[in-house]
Nanobody, 117 residues
Framework: VQLVESGGGLVQPGGSLRLSCAAS????????MSWVRQAPGKGLEWVSG????????YYTDSVKGRFTISRDNATNTLYLQMNSLKTEDTAVYYC???????????RGQGTQVTVSS
């Protein structure tokens, strides 16, 4: 099982980024998949999730209306479209999965998102 994130970078407040997560060794639509983030000096924070099969999406309150999670089953890739970015969104972002919806033990190496003017 491997997850590889990409798409992070430096963006000004109000800007957009799209993160990608390439999954291998399993089908991404067979498990609940999440994006989690870790800001400097803080713990891991769950950001968004997508259920297996049905693809129902979930978001933490601070990103609702700004972030969109999606999944491409054909390419086994998870995405996070991030719009209207704020400085407080600065963090290392990981795609994650595990034995249950709130298990983030399987993660990639992460991708840095920095929102700054």
């Amino acid at each position: 099982v491997q997850l590889v994130e990409s798409g992070g970078g430096l963006v000004q407040p109000g800007g957009s980024l799209r993160l990608s997560c390439a999954a291998s060794g399993f089908s991404a639509d067979s498990k609940f998949m999440s994006w989690v983030r870790q800001a400097p000096g803080k713990g891991l924070e769950w950001v968004s999730g997508i259920s297996r099969s049905s693809g129902i999406t979930y978001y933490t309150d601070s990103v609702k209306g700004r972030f969109t999670i999606s999944r491409d089953n054909a390419t086994n890739t998870l995405y996070l479209q991030m719009n209207s970015l704020k400085t407080e969104d600065t963090a290392v972002y990981y795609c994650a999965t595990g034995a249950s919806y709130n298990d983030y033990s399987v993660r990639g190496q992460g991708t840095q998102v920095t929102v700054s003017s």
